[in-house]
């Protein structure tokens, strides 16, 4: 079409969106005759309309008889966090080249438009988006579903910059007129759910219909015809006044044929108008003024809150009065003396109330407010003077902590230390191999002496030993964490068979340490590490891993076991039995290991067939030098 060519043209020729290329005349002349003054739109955007989804700028609709051609330059993303939202709704089908187009002058800063369906009950569907990091955002309609939708425009990482905006609508199809006097109820909401006091309803037109009545009982209450006389032209219908948050209503329509001949009434559809929607709450909340995020009711001329303290047993705790903030969006406890309690766990409630005042409550959302809470080291903590991460609680003035040295028995180390920031750290270095108890306390911002301590946690000041995965080896290595001013480090390893020292008086330099001598695959074994003449490290056990990967292959008339081998394994010992027969096929057989350590590297033929049809079971040894090792688990086959 001639406004998508010439508006995309000027898109690719123009240096930035206010100067004047050579196509500018074309588009003032376009603006002045497709953006009318009734859009709400002025030519910087410096009125900041359309800055959320309740506040969408309306562009009007577009259908098979009319189409939507819309341009405007000039537009702005001023401020960090700013946003442009615009509306606009179609019947029909949108055309090949039917197309939105954002302009700007990416060197400025990155702009980037998301597209979303918008339903009837107000809630909204991302559909489209265009993300890219040139001059230009583009998103083709073709393909999209009658209906309305809204677009948003919006700096990438708080980006500022100005643009230009078009839209190029021209829907397709016929517009069929009905074929009976009876109308069909649109559906209204998701599952029936409608979050707006004053609903949109809508219907297909019927035959000969002038106009149409509706008729509207409050299931809930039992009231029935809630508005009289209540006759429309179109084939929509909003309620003149509020419903109630949380009633369920039926609705039906009919068409009235000039002169006053009534149809009949149409079928009828139920619908209920959403309490508020308490977001779901995971985990304690760490603030004395949590913030409660909900989604509430369109059109609701306030909101009530009700709280309950479960742990006291007080209910309705800002009954005398709210001092808070409280929306749409959800509601923020405020000032020093509305606080909530750490450790206390509460629930809540919130109703959307219309005109008359009334509303039902929604369901209660549970939540706790969290003490201070400090990270539990996995292992010891092998820095003198550790940095533990806790989370605070905000709304406090000052919080302070209290260390105890569970080994010497000494308390409260650092007395009156102030705990700032997330992480947590000595004033001076602890002992290598003590225990220690560490507690938070958040203080009442009054300064009343009044606070409330957090769970404490305990660690130790110690080396701690990586765990290792059953090994592959029968001589893995094993390692530890290193510690400040340590030259040497004393290894303790322990098969748990006989819990024997396989190395006493073992000392290194290093941090790691790697056998001299054959562990036995199959066998657990207890490790310790610690500083020459200090406190051992926590206990770390391990396994050398037997054979666990085994199948039988047939090569020719024979069949070949295979297996993947350990490493550093002297020899390996077969044992086969014959299940169907009970015979034992295999007794003492050894074979040596490959000179690759690989998948399936390790292999033995049979010397004979196998009877078809028999089940057999084979078990694997891996031999040390010793000749020590466990059997593998059994592995059964079918011969064939």
Sequence with gaps: ?????????????????????????????????????????????????????????NLGPASP???????????SIDTAGDQDYFKFKFTGAPAADDSIDVGFLHANGDIDIRLFLLNDDGTIVQVATSLSVDNNEFISLQGLAAGTYVLRVYGTGDATNDYSLAIDLDPTGVVSPPTDNFPTLNPTGVNGQINRLQPTLSWTPSLNAFAYQVWINDLTTGETNLYTNNLTQATSWSPPSDLVSGHTYRWWVRGIEFGGLAHAWSLHQDFTVSTVQIAPINGPIHDLHPNIAWTGVIGTDNYKVWVNDTTSGQNNIFANGFFGFISQDGWKLISNSNILTPGHTYTIWAKAVNAEGVGEWSTGQTFTIGNITFAQPLTAVSELTPSIPFTPVAGVNQSVYWLDDLTSGQTNLFPNQPLTGEKWSPPAALTVGHTYRLWGKALHPANNGVGWWGPGIEFTINTSIYAINPATTLRPTLSWTALAGVANYEVWVADTANNVNLTPGLLTANKSWTPTFDLVSGHTYNMWVRAQGGTWSAKQTFQVAKVTEIKAVKVGNQYEIQWTPLALVTNYELWLDDLTSGASLLPGVIVNQPGVVGSYSAKYTLAASLTNGHTYRVWIKARNSFTLGEWSNSFDFTAT
């Design 1 to 57: 079409m001639f406004l998508t060519r010439v508006l995309k043209e000027w898109f690719r020729n123009r240096s930035t969106p206010r100067s004047h290329s050579k196509f500018r005349p074309k588009l003032e002349s376009l603006e002045e005759r497709c953006c009318l003054s009734s859009s709400g739109i002025d030519g910087y955007d410096l009125a900041g309309l359309g800055n959320s989804l309740a506040t969408a700028v």
């Design 65 to 75: 008889s009319k189409g939507l051609l819309f341009s405007q330059s000039n537009l």
